[in-house]
């Protein structure tokens, strides 16, 4: 498999502008600080998002009106009617109708730029600017499961999904992409449990915001999209949240802003104001003070046109998991900033999640992972975006260190080869 590298000559440029400007031209932020902005060579693009609260960044920072604040007053957030058709519109790019990037999964990166997932394999150079959020999506079961116990826990489910397999049904689970997020915090959740999600359930792809509709008629057993859905479902009395995926990996990285490598190429100044227009948007998004003023937005006719009863609780850490257990608990909630340590892109979870697709088979176990991650993550511009808004940088490197998960075991970075090692079910090729 083929991995294109792009340039980087362009941003070195920019580099050199970002510091040459970083005494001028000044704005000032809520908090005090100060944010240098070089002019950007374009004012606007185009960007993509899914109805999932982890897009909140990019709308509130148009409402908000923070891309016009950094010079970039054209940009549009056009939404998506499932991953597949955000991989389309990114494959077309806003010169053919599509977008420049946006609100994707994690993985997609990867998955795009060696072409694993595109139109005959071709692959379409991407970058990931910055982390969208952490945490704060579910693994959603259907009632009629609600008295097996089954929770963070999935064994539970072991028995009953046997004896539906051997009464010869199908046992349809859903996520939302092929290697995505959802995708893998289920096969984690299930194989944890002694589930073989390859052999003992039906994984099916289903659109985030068509998820509640298909589980309430009978479409699927269990489900992992992101919020609002899960909260949504246990509101319509529709089925139950076994776990937060917060539960299974404590501050787990979930979707990215992500763009075209050829836009970025093509426009560092413009990139480094649309990555700071996000990240003030984090910000915003983080203070709990506006967390009510955030549901309504986003919910919104024009953006999610979901009702704020189904958005605010889980943003708060207030989960109803629909089975009799509530929890109010500021770590489950969803988090866009933490001090720059949710925005900020470690490549070390870019790992994992390569190494997890390595385990599922969607990547071969030979792909360099290390050469993967450094042509697509461009942490050095987050670094500059940051420090344009004068944020401290001194604690951010390429690596968070080791990842611990609810069942104990542990990611390093530095050898992946032990963490696959330590799973029992896999399906590596």
Known sequence: MTLIQPTRRSFLKSAVSVAATAAGARLALPGGAWAATPTPEVTGCTLGYIALTDSAPLIIAFEKGFYAKHGMPDVKVEKQASWGATRDNMALGSAGGGIDGGHILRPKVHLYA??????NNQPLPMYTLLSLNED??????????ADTGVGLDSSPLREAFAAKRAAGQEIPVAMTFPGGTHDL?????????????????????????????NMKVGNMEAFCVGEPWNEQLVNQGIGFTAATTGEVWANHPEKVLGMRAA????????????????????????????????AEIIGRRQW???????????????????????????????????GGATSFPWKSLDAWFI??????????????????????????????AAAGLGIDTSAFGDSRGTETFFDGKIFDPANADAYLDSQSIKAMV
């Open 185 to 213: 915090w289920m096969r984690y959740w299930l194989a944890a449990g002694g589930i073989d999600p390859t052999k003992d359930v039906d994984l099916i792809v289903v659109p985030p915001p068509q998820m509640v509709a």
């Open 304 to 338: 999610y046109n979901v009702p704020v009863g189904d958005i605010i609780g889980r943003i708060k850490g207030e989960v109803n998991y629909g089975n009799g257990r509530t929890a109010s608990d500021p770590a489950l909630a969803m988090k866009f900033w933490r």
């Open 355 to 384: 190494t997890e697709n390595k385990r599922w088979g969607y990547f071969p176990g030979d792909l360099d992972t290390k050469a993967t991650v450094d042509a697509t993550n461009r942490s050095d511009l987050w670094l500059q």
């Open 263 to 294: 836009w970025v190429d093509a426009n560092p100044n413009a990139t480094l104001a649309l990555m700071m227009a996000v990240m003030e948007a984090q910000i915003w998004c983080e203070d709990a003070a506006n967390k009510d003023e955030m």
């Open 114 to 119: 060696t072409g694993k997932v595109m139109q």
């Open 136 to 145: 704060c999506q579910g693994l959603s079961v259907a009632q009629a499961y």
